[in-house]
């Protein structure tokens, strides 16, 4: 239960708001690089944290995020003609570069001036990895580069995906952090999914469906620890990591690639999930890429030319009964990412927290939402730079592991929630 | 509401019938989601708090004088030396708060209406305590918590002798947590 001040506290995320003020302090995914493969391609619209936006990639190879509205008469720039190292709007020709300074106006005379005072808000976008990444906070205040694993080994090893997620972010990233569920919702996809099936530690998940938690404070977050029964004498640990304000890592099953997420809002009811699939030590395989393409593990298959998933509440998630009395899925939608999101959106847009009945599996949520609270409010009255900013709290992995049944994961397992350069995740 | 026509199995079409709001995709709506049924659910009426240690008493006893549901609150009446053959009988419990009357019921007596036990610790908690509470708790099939407040290094000993009798713990800095964690479970 959380009182519905806290929830609107954590849910706003527009200008002015002080969950908005916190996300405009990180480097936050803005897009895919791909959605903007070449110079003076298409424009893309953007809307983050309830600001719209245009993107644009101009003939230099510079990426722009600037307002979406030309500052003449409000037109949308995303109808605009991107030559010459700048986006023209259509509508009188107004010309900007990728800092929305505004650098061509055709109706004033040559040598005027008046251009040069006409600047729209622009936020930097730089690639890193499979993604764009911008800022949206005070320039003044721009944090070093962010520094995620994923984002970071060679381009072979990594992939990305995106899709709409029809919700406000803080629901659909509680489900990152939340444990439990996957013995139950993502239970069918532990035995066939390509990107899951074949683990040793498949069969522990299965075997205990009533995990231990614990849940400990990170420099950048949490990690939450979800602890079955493995052989007599030990246990099978899945360590959850979560940076903040909205980055977690699903534990690794066996040698298959490494997974996890990104919730970022786009407004608030609505947000955009990355989820990205990297292996730290070796490319991927060509099957593995193709499972990603087709949706598998964590990715979501897309109505092509969109990031809408083709299941979607339009159409009930095209949800199949037969499939889930068989017990081939549990909810009886397919795939890891719909199984979450269908589960997600139907509480509503804004999931309302004062009505919840939490237990006390949910620990990590409730520590998760009392971190973003306290970090938000610290930001707000002593202006302190909230946890996760850090490149370093960035270095991260999670891990799957067994223990004595006496270890700590916290102390043991120290090293493998580190990122190790030339060393592959720790997992079973 | 919107107007559906579906394709019968002949070619033909099938008859038109009106989807409400509630039955499709927008049910999903922050219009639609205004009907959810707005009545108080009862849920958790037996939350049992103790603490294992000095400080940690301390600590539940400033939390106690918050107002909360029906959640009571312990400290440790006496310490408990080893987990002998007094069992469950070997912990009795001092009330704190509201429930402050002198009065020093046994672990058994306060476990007859928990659906959860929380401990809270510290450093130098009461390791017997832990795992006599514990046992009692999973006969009874009460769900556990343990709330360990220092910093890791200093309470590890701690979270290791409640790991076991604890299905869920969570090691903080902070006394607030307990507040967040029992007001989230509607202690």
Redesign the interface.
């Known amino acids: 239960m959380l009182r519905a001040e806290i929830n609107e506290l954590l849910t706003q995320t527009g200008p002015g708001t002080p969950m908005g003020e916190m996300f405009r302090q990180y480097w936050l995914p803005a897009m895919l690089a791909e959605e903007l493969p070449d110079d003076d391609c298409p424009p893309v619209r953007v809307k983050l944290l309830s600001e719209r936006m245009v993107a644009f990639r101009d003939s230099d190879g510079r990426y722009g995020l600037i307002d979406e509205f030309c500052a003449h008469r409000g037109a949308s720039l995303w109808f605009g003609r991107n030559e010459g190292s700048g986006l023209r709007c259509p509508y009188h020709g107004w010309k900007y570069d990728v800092t929305g300074q505004a650098i061509e106006v055709p109706s004033e005379p040559d040598n005027s001036t008046f251009c040069s005072h006409v600047k729209l808000t622009s936020y930097p976008l730089i690639k890193i990895g499979d993604l764009l990444w911008t800022y949206m906070g005070d320039p003044e205040k721009q944090p070093p580069l962010p520094e995620y694993e994923f984002a970071t080994v060679p381009a072979d090893q990594t992939y990305t995906s995106k899709r709409w997620q029809e919700c406000n972010w803080l629901q659909a990233f509680e489900g990152g952090i939340d444990s439990s569920h996957v013995s139950f919702l993502h239970s069918g996809g532990l035995k066939t999914d390509p990107l899951f099936k074949g683990a040793k530690g498949n069969q522990y998940n299965m075997d205990d469906l009533k995990p231990y938690f614990e849940v400990a404070d990170a420099e950048g977050g949490l990690f939450v620890g979800a602890r079955r029964n493995a052989e007599a004498d030990t246990y099978y640990w899945r360590i959850t990591p979560w940076v903040m304000p909205c980055f977690t890592m699903v534990p690794p099953r066996g040698d298959h690639p490494v997974h996890g997420h990104f919730w970022i809002p786009i407004d608030d009811e609505n947000c955009w999930t990355y989820s990205f699939d990297y292996h730290p030590v070796r490319p991927l395989s060509g099957d593995e890429v193709q499972a990603m393409r087709d949706g598998h593990g964590v990715h979501s298959a897309n109505i092509p030319g969109t990031f809408r998933p083709m299941a979607n509440k339009d159409n009930d998630y095209l949800i199949d009964r037969e499939a889930q009395r068989r017990g081939d899925t549990y909810s009886g939608v397919k795939g890891i990412a719909m199984q979450d999101a269908s589960l997600q959106e139907s509480m509503g847009p804004i999931v309302d927290r004062s009505k919840e009945m939490l237990v006390s599996a949910d620990t990590g949520i409730i520590k998760a939402r009392q971190k973003l609270k306290k970090a938000i409010e610290a930001l707000r009255d002593k202006g302190i730079t909230p946890p996760g900013v850090d490149p370093a709290h960035h270095r991260v992995r999670s891990a799957a592991v067994v223990l004595p049944r006496d270890a700590s994961f916290v102390e043991a397992c120290r090293d493998d929630l580190s990122v190790r350069e030339g060393v592959r995740q720790s997992s079973v | 509401m919107t107007e559906f026509r579906g394709e019968r199995s002949d070619g033909g079409i099938a008859s038109s019938r009106p989807i409400l709001g509630s039955s499709c995709?927008r049910?999903?709506?922050?219009a639609?989601?205004r009907y959810?049924i707005?009545r108080p659910?009862r849920?958790?009426w037996g939350a049992r708090i103790i603490a294992l240690d000095p400080d940690a008493g301390e600590i539940v006893a400033r939390i106690a004088e918050n107002p909360w549901g029906s959640a009571r609150f312990y400290t440790l009446a006496a310490s408990v030396a080893e987990v002998g053959d007094g069992g469950s009988e070997s912990v009795t419990l001092r009330p704190v708060g509201a429930a402050a009357n002198g009065h020093r019921p046994s672990l058994l007596d306060e476990l007859d209406e928990a659906d959860?036990v929380?401990m809270v610790a510290t450093t130098g908690t009461d390791h017997a305590a832990a795992t006599i509470i514990g046992a009692a708790c999973t006969v009874r099939a009460i769900?556990?918590?343990g709330l360990v407040i220092g910093e890791?290094v200093e309470v590890?000993e701690t979270?290791?002798a409640i790991?076991?009798h604890?299905?869920?713990?969570?090691?903080?800095?902070?006394e607030?947590?307990v507040i967040?964690?029992l007001?989230?479970?509607?202690a």
């Open positions: 995709a049910a999903t709506t922050a639609e989601m959810r707005d659910i849920g958790r959860i929380v769900m556990t918590a890791y590890a979270v290791a790991r076991p604890a299905r869920v713990i969570m090691v903080s800095g902070d607030h947590d967040d964690v007001t989230a479970l509607r």
